[in-house]
């Protein structure tokens, strides 16, 4: 039996990428939280919010672990399954990723020690720098991955030339040169047209996710009436980021679609289900169906996608019969994610809104049915994230390297003889050409088994140190002395008090 390569090795990545993006996100956006508390401990000095921060803190320090851990095997990928996308983009791509590590995880690293355990061991200013640092550090960290992932999706700043040997002579497959894509501008790479719209809606993401990943444990603590005052504490703090944040991914969920339709129309159809070109419903539920290209039961508000486009309620938006057959997405993965990603940030808008009216009536925590909301709501936000990857790369199919589209002065697309748009395939990459040469299917095969039990094993040992922590709680910010402790302090203080009369004679003798 036949296996397909391209298509194992796209799950393989799927699945490696799906389970590390459980744990970026998550320290990126607790980062946040941990500055605000040590920040409030470092003015306040109050106890209560330095239990907190060192609470929160080990749990990021767990999903750092598990994050560093897990992202290393996508870098041995690029090698073993994508070696022509390697030598296609390793100008580009290897200059992103060895500035995310100069700049980025030797700062977070670097200082995650003295976050973690410096806590007596360096001044409160120096542990506040150091949980800075080690936000920063994160933040740094998914700018310089969105980056390289950006220029996948929108390449500028390079350009294509033939791959050449040691000699000097181009390197050739049979008879035709070996091209590759080499930086002329490292700049434009950097802020290609898809990099500001793309991180800002990442890091919001990761901001909610971070968020509402607070907001589970401390309402199971008012739920179970433990550790009340510091749940509260976090609950009303996480909130706040939660719903600034919900209500920033929707204005930036809007410049996004916006940027994805001028550079990637096909992947804006596909989220759409948006067959034919014309004027632009939104739809709000459908199956798409590729083979009749059509969108079966249909909900969808008229002309909503126009005026999101062009502001008005009318006007032509590019449809998939403007893109030949091969050069389609599939629609079905995109439209869902897409949809369910949209769904659930109206979720979190409507959730975190309400929550914040209840807090201003000084009811929040009355409401036994909501903290329950609020514990499940982590789910909510992992997915959301997860599946706004998933629409934004399966969408860019069957590219892996998206060559740009041209626009006509009047808003329409320019296409070829045929009417269809011409891709330039010189200047992108396709994934079914990306895949490595030298690798089989059964290994592919062989590989996800592999990982997918390594990774099963990983996620155990997550929830079970993870559920420890949380089981374990805070410490209390005002321990009560254990039994005997006035007793042992003061026969202490005599032992010390005799201790210095024997020295003092010892000296006077000796002094004799």
Not at 59 to 88: C, D, H, K, P
Not at 93 to 117: D, K, T
Request: with cysteine.
């Amino acid at each position: 039996m036949d296996l397909d390569v391209v298509l194992l090795s796209r799950i393989q990545f799927a699945l490696t990428i799906m389970f590390h993006y459980l744990f970026p996100p998550l320290t990126i956006g607790m980062g946040l939280i941990l500055v605000y508390l040590d920040g409030r401990w470092l003015v306040t000095r109050d106890d209560l919010y330095r239990s907190a921060a060192k609470f929160w803190t080990g749990l990021f320090a767990l999903n750092f672990a598990i994050g560093v851990a897990t992202g290393i095997v996508m870098e041995f990928q690029f090698g073993t399954n994508w070696a022509t996308y390697s030598r296609f983009v390793g100008d580009v791509f290897g200059a992103a990723l060895a500035a995310e590590g100069i700049f980025a995880f030797f700062l977070e690293s670097g200082f995650l020690a003295v976050l973690v355990f410096g806590w007596d061991r360096v001044g409160p200013r120096m542990h506040f720098f150091s949980t800075c640092m080690v936000a920063l550090g994160s933040i740094f960290s998914s700018v310089w991955i969105v980056v390289a992932n950006s220029w996948q999706q929108t390449p500028a700043g390079h350009h294509v030339v033939p791959l050449l040997d040691e000699a000097g002579n181009a390197v050739m497959n049979n008879g035709v040169p070996v091209m590759r894509a080499e930086v002329v501008d490292f700049w434009q790479v950097v802020f290609n047209p898809s990099t500001a719209q793309r991180l800002s809606h990442v890091l919001i993401g990761c901001f909610i996710m971070g968020a509402f990943f607070v907001l589970s444990i401390s309402a199971w603590y008012i739920l179970k009436k433990r550790h009340e005052e510091f749940a509260r504490h976090s609950f009303r703090g996480a909130l706040i980021l939660a719903t600034i944040s919900s209500l920033a991914a929707l204005v930036s969920g809007h410049f996004n679609a916006d940027m994805v339709y001028e550079h990637q129309p096909a992947k804006m159809a596909a989220f759409e289900g948006h067959y034919q070109t014309g004027r632009g419903d939104l739809s709000l539920f459908g199956i798409p169906d590729d083979e009749n290209e059509t969108l079966k039961g249909k909900i969808a508000i008229p002309g909503g996608l126009s005026f999101l486009l062009h502001f008005n309620f009318t006007d032509e938006v590019a449809g998939l019969d403007k893109f030949r057959p091969e050069d389609r997405p599939p629609t079905l993965i995109p439209f869902a994610s897409y949809h369910l990603m949209i769904g659930l940030g109206t979720f979190f808008i409507v959730l975190t809104l309400f929550s914040c009216i209840l807090w201003r009536k000084g009811t929040l925590f009355n409401h036994r049915w909501l903290l329950w909301v609020y514990v499940l709501s982590v789910l909510g936000a992992v997915v959301a994230n997860q599946a706004g990857w998933i629409a934004a790369e399966v969408g860019r199919q069957p590219w892996i390297v998206q060559p740009p589209v041209q626009w006509n002065a009047d808003g329409s697309l320019v296409v070829g003889p045929d009417g269809y748009v011409a891709y330039d395939d010189a200047v992108g990459l396709r994934t079914a050409d990306a895949v490595s040469v030298a690798v089989s299917g059964e290994q592919v095969l062989g590989s996800i088994v592999m990982f997918s039990l390594i990774y099963l094993l990983l996620a155990m040992v997550w929830i079970f140190v993870l559920n420890h922590k949380i089981q374990q709680g805070p410490q209390p910010p005002y321990a009560a002395p254990p039994p005997g402790h006035e007793r042992f302090i003061r026969a202490a203080a005599q032992s010390a008090e005799k201790h210095d009369s024997m020295t003092e004679a010892h000296g006077e003798g000796g002094a004799a």
